[in-house]
């Protein structure tokens, strides 16, 4: 059953086209790659999924309920998250403060105010526990590691309890050690139920991590099925070697 369904999807920033007619799936409670060559539209797609900028023509589809043209609060609240190619925190507050800030409908004043803490803050530290980076709960954010802020943004995604979760190129600049950790965090939150559309450069995180990968080229899905087919299909040799 898909959980995502991208129809037709497209959009164009003056005279250049982004994405053109872009049509994929996203199967729940599946691990989806999404991957393409530098400027295939992989990023607009994520933008147009979550609401960051409006489709020109096309639909998205959520749980089977049209979302294309909503705002990113609206489709947040729906149950859909994501992170960015650079991790996006709050640096002048604390690890802990970070992870209930997502939870904070009110917003950063009522997370702020007084009594906001008790089992929200509970979960929030579970969560930190869980993506082992709870030893820093209550150093600044802007203090933080590359690495240790790439694993807060996702633990603080995960606050909202989403069910779908978009993550934009989660290996960039990461070492093989916290990657393969990075790896691991998903495969077992995949377990749990959560389902994952992730662009990514690292075709070895992608190929041993993803059960379906979706290849993008001037910002049409060209191919998609499982990483072996993929890794084996024609067009994408061409589109990634330029023929």
């Known amino acids: 059953m898909s959980l995502l369904e991208v129809s037709h999807l497209s959009k164009r920033f003056g005279g250049v086209v982004a994405v053109d007619g872009c049509s994929l799936s996203v199967a ?51 149950g859909i998250g994501r992170t960015f190619q650079l991790a996006r925190i709050f640096p002048r507050l604390t690890t802990l403060e970070n992870m209930l800030v997502p939870v904070r409908r009110a917003g950063l004043r009522a997370l702020l105010s007084h009594g906001q803490w008790g089992h929200e803050r509970d979960r929030a530290m579970q969560m930190l526990e869980f993506m082992e980076i709870s030893h820093v709960a209550r150093t600044l954010a802007g203090a933080l590691s590359y690495g240790q802020r790439k694993l807060l943004e996702l633990a603080a995604v995960m606050m909202a309890r989403p069910d ?68 084996q299909n024609p067009a994408v040799l061409d589109a990634y070697l330029g023929a």
């Open 164 to 231: 779908l979760v978009l993550l934009d190129e989660p290996a960039g600049g990461v070492n093989p050690a916290l990657l393969e950790k990075i790896g691991g965090h998903i495969h077992e939150l995949n377990r749990q139920g959560v389902t994952f559309l992730i662009v990514e450069h690292n075709m070895g995180f992608v190929m041993n991590l993803c059960h379906q990968v979706v290849v993008l080229h001037q910002g049409r899905a060209i191919a998609s099925g499982d990483p072996k087919t993929v890794r």
């Open 28 to 78: 729940e409670q599946s691990i989806t790659g999404l991957i393409g060559p530098n400027g295939s539209g992989k990023t607009t797609v994520f933008n147009l999924v979550t609401g960051f900028i409006p489709p020109d023509s096309g639909e998205v589809r959520y749980k089977s309920q049209a979302i294309g043209g909503m705002g990113p609060d609206r489709i947040y609240a729906r």
